[in-house]
């Protein structure tokens, strides 16, 4: 309930001086009602907290709501978009479509919102061509940060069962994170996968609008120290 989640705030902050969450949880905008419940809540308390959070494109499609969360302090929403090729994306049963992600993106972005999308590389019936339409559909987004991991086959999911049918799978426990490669579609290696994943981080990420988005956030010290931090990350990958 909110005031279950308001008096955790105040806890940490009061505890442990924290004034900046994430709420990794993809369910966080999962009910709407919760949702604004949350948002007044913390309006009304004024508790002096930024905060970020995970959602799908289809939980806040309403500028509405997007408006609320800035209000109460959100500052960035990370959106699971995984794809940007219509066929996986209907083979995932995301019901969501290529326009509607456009649509939900730019409204946060006119809400004040900054957002990040979540892409996953190899997915089930994956082909050379549709990850060419990933990166080409990460480019387009008005979003200021894009992500990707490798799908990896949980125990106890559908694809888990399925996996070994579109590619080779590997199941040890030490490789079941987002960060290894446990799984290959059929028609690639893993080297293929590697470039692939090599070639989304500079596409987007040497866009001239994006080199210019970044510069202009800069307008204290912690901005560029931020930045030669994610410029370091970055040349490591």
């Known amino acids: 309930t909110a005031p279950y989640l ?3 705030l105040k806890a940490l902050r009061d505890k442990y001086d924290v004034n900046d969450l994430l709420f990794y949880d993809d369910m966080f905008t999962g009910n709407r009602k919760r949702l604004q419940d949350f948002c007044h809540a913390m309006i009304e308390d004024g508790t002096p907290f930024s905060w970020s959070c995970c ?3 289809d939980f806040v499609s309403y500028l509405d709501i997007l408006e609320l969360m800035k209000k109460a ?22 019901n969501v479509t290529k326009e509607k992600i456009f649509h ?48 990896v086959p949980l125990p106890g999911s559908e ?7 579109y590619g080779t799978f590997d199941p040890s426990w030490k490789k079941m994170n987002t960060l290894l490669i446990n799984f290959i579609p059929k028609g690639f290696t893993r080297k293929d996968l590697v470039w692939y994943s090599k070639y989304f981080w500079r596409s987007f990420y040497l866009q001239p609008k994006t080199i210019l988005r970044e510069l202009k956030r800069i307008k204290t010290i912690e901005d560029i120290k931020r930045l030669l931090l994610a410029m370091k990350s970055f040349i490591k990958v």
């Open 6 to 8: 308001i008096s955790h």
């Open 55 to 57: 959602s799908r494109v």
């Open 73 to 94: 302090g959100c500052h960035t929403i990370e959106f699971g978009v995984e794809s940007g090729c219509q066929r996986i994306l209907d083979s995932m049963r995301k």
């Open 104 to 151: 939900v993106i730019d409204m946060a972005t006119k809400a004040g919102i900054t957002t990040k999308a979540n892409f996953i590389l190899g997915h089930l019936g994956e082909t050379h061509d549709s990850i060419m339409e990933t990166i080409a559909f990460a480019k387009s987004l008005n979003v200021s940060y894009v992500q990707h991991t490798h799908l």
């Open 159 to 165: 694809i888990f069962e399925s996996a070994n049918r």
